[in-house]
């Protein structure tokens, strides 16, 4: 049995640990060069330095790319397109080392007629940055830079299959956008806004804009990364009390600010102001609905400098009407520009046109941020904001698809266990498998776990590159064992385990003996499977939904569970029942092809002999 624990780095280049494997160059694409050091006899735990992110055979354009890899390194400077407005210090670091070509408002057809003749690429959210770009490239393109966070406008898969690095400028707005936070929340319980537009129209309105002291009040912050913890930091300045919601905060972090961490429920239910720092994903969608808005205290204020999808907006135009909600400072929208908007004309609105990053400040720190990136990658380095993979030698993703698949889910539903409130912070993965730890190479299918316990929610994107430096960002640790199995050596790994230490579950059944969330699964003609809950045995395939219930072993159960589902139209695509004794408890495992709706689970859970379920999305 091999342990071993994912090693952080200072350096900006990331430096994938081999995990005491020899290196074989089937591991690596043929551009990825190792260092003159080592050799079969170099000691265990060296580290393999990736010095370029493209693959040349792959490539579609194989002669061009060669080529112009060459270039790289050539005595010619590369050329660099800027195609939306930059700051000075950023273009003057990109000059000094590039030919810089800074062409604004380009047409599509005119950008493509471009670049073709350009190495690095760089952006702002203006221009669309889409498949027939990379093709008008022929194979020359190597980096495309966001200069901010959101890359909606580039296509990702395109940029991977045609050997192109993706980086982005994720960390130079945060102050800019926590302070834009705290001046909504003053000009919002200050009537700043309304009070200003009032005097210009000639009116001297004393008594109607009185406000609201923000001493002593609470503030809850759903979302505690990087903006909303500057966010508390500026709030505990003003005397309030803040507290926090967020799946992945570590609790010794928020306590050394003076912030507490509760639940979703506790801290909206609880708080006379709330500010919104979480990313928009489908979890996160519309998460502000009536429901919502229902279990918050009347009068509460609200603020949002995150996404605009993330709030219901119909839902606050009632919540506001009603007094629920008394005010509502917003600086992002479902839509932007908003069109029509009864929210933005709202007497109780504050309302600001996606300002929170747009400080002088700010748009130099992105300007530079973004240029360092794209300067490091074009010099061979793999930036620690890189977006998508390098590609993987195709006979290793070949072997590792379905376990990459696997380790993904797995890592989903272990996520989905968490308990509300619980700050996940140590993730055990286990491997089971008859060979060598020395020819295992578990680097893609560790990514893919972080994938799937981050991505759900969270806006980050998990690849092979940023996995682990993404992990440890958010205060996660992520540690590794091998463990012989007496398996045919010709699977890479006979099962894999993943365990969440130091957490609550919402499905105690999950528990394992050492109080450890513990999901494990293996792929079963070609096919990834669940194979184990906490300490039940299950088999079933890992596709659609997952309900899971703890029950009594007892005759009719999955005939009575699968009526409820069957009479309110859910499809029932497999069942698997685990027991630890015959006619003690038993856990049923139920794929669904649709999301049973609230009512219909509650009729689960109203079953006699159900004592706990959860359901799960994969």
């Known amino acids: 049995m091999i342990a071993s624990t994912v090693p952080s780095s200072s350096k900006s280049s990331i430096n994938l640990p081999t995990y005491a494997t ?9 551009s990825f060069s190792v260092p003159p050091r080592f050799s079969p006899s170099t000691p265990r735990f060296q580290y393999l330095t990736i010095t370029n992110v493209l693959k040349t055979e792959d490539s579609p354009n194989l002669s061009s790319t060669a080529s112009n890899l060459d270039s790289i390194f050539s005595n010619s400077k590369p050329t660099i397109l800027v195609s939306e407005k930059l700051g000075d ?9 590039a030919n810089v070509d800074c062409s604004y408002n380009l047409s599509p057809d005119d950008l493509c007629s471009k670049i073709s003749m350009c190495d690095a690429l760089i952006v702002r959210s203006g221009t669309k940055v889409n498949r027939q770009v990379f093709e008008a490239a022929k194979g020359r393109l190597k980096v495309v830079g966001r200069a901010g966070v959101g890359i909606d406008n580039v296509d990702l898969q395109a940029a991977t299959e045609f050997g192109c690095l993706v980086v982005n400028a994720p960390t130079a707005n945060t102050i800019a956008a926590a302070e834009h936070a705290i001046a909504l929340l003053s000009a919002m319980a200050r009537n700043v806004a309304q009070a200003d537009a009032s005097m210009k129209a000639g009116k001297w309105q004393r008594n109607k804009y009185v406000g609201v002291s923000m001493v002593g009040k609470t503030l809850a912050i759903m979302g505690f990364g990087k903006v909303g913890s500057e966010v508390a930091r500026r709030a505990k300045g003003l005397g309030m009390h803040v507290v926090a919601h967020d799946p992945y905060a570590p609790a010794d972090r928020a306590r050394a600010i003076g912030v507490e961490l509760i639940s979703f429920d506790q801290a909206i239910s609880t708080a006379d102001f709330i500010s919104l720092h979480m990313p928009l994903t489908p979890t996160t969608s519309k998460v502000f609905n009536d429901e919502t808005f229902s279990k918050m205290k009347k009068g509460v204020r609200i603020i949002n400098v995150a996404r605009g999808g993330v709030i219901d907006e119909d839902a606050l135009l009632k919540a506001l009407d009603s007094g629920v909600v008394a005010q509502a400072a917003l600086d992002v ?28 400040e700010a748009q130099e720190g992105v300007a530079v941020e973004i240029a360092e990136a794209v300067v490091g990658a074009l010099q061979g380095e793999l930036s620690a904001t890189a977006v998508n993979a390098p590609m993987v030698a195709p006979e290793v993703l070949s072997e590792l698809a ?7 889910k797995l890592g989903r539903l272990a996520v989905q266990l968490v308990a509300g409130g619980s700050g996940i912070k140590s993730v055990k993965v286990v491997y089971r498998s008859a060979r060598d730890p020395d020819d295992l190479d578990t680097r893609l299918v560790r990514a893919m776990i972080v994938k799937g316990i ?26 590794e064992e091998r463990v012989f199995a007496n398996s045919s050596p010709g699977c890479p790994f006979d099962s894999i385990q993943v365990q969440i230490s130091n957490v609550k579950s919402k499905f105690a ?22 194979t184990r809950v906490g300490s039940f045995g299950v088999d079933v395939s890992l596709e659609g939904n997952l309900i899971l219930c703890r029950q009594v072993d007892q005759p ?47 009729k689960i859970g109203d079953v006699a002999a159900v004592e706990e379920f959860v359901f799960l999305g994969l």
């Open 89 to 97: 210090a950023g273009l003057d670091l990109l000059k000094s080392f």
């Open 556 to 602: 009719g159960m999955i005939g009575m569970v699968g009526g409820i589902l069957g009479m309110n139209n859910v499809n029932v695509s497999f069942m698997s029942v685990g027991r630890t004794v015959r006619g003690k408890k038993a856990i049923m495992a139920i794929g669904v092809d649709e999301e049973p709706d609230k009512s219909t689970l509650k």
């Open 509 to 530: 059944s999950a528990l394992s003996d050492n109080d450890e969330i513990s999901v494990e699964g293996r792929v079963k003609y070609g096919t990834p499977h669940l």
């Open 22 to 30: 020899p290196f074989k160059s089937s591991f690596l694409p043929s």
């Open 402 to 408: 379905p376990y990459v698949a696997l380790t993904e």
């Open 333 to 360: 929208f479902t839509e932007e520009p908003p069109k029509d908007s009864k929210l933005v004309h709202h007497e109780n609105v504050t309302a600001t046109p996606h300002l929170g990053a747009s400080t002088k």
């Open 454 to 479: 981050i991505e759900p929610i969270s806006d980050s994107i998990i690849n092979l590159v940023n996995a682990d430096f993404i992990a440890k960002q958010k205060g996660l640790q992520i540690s």
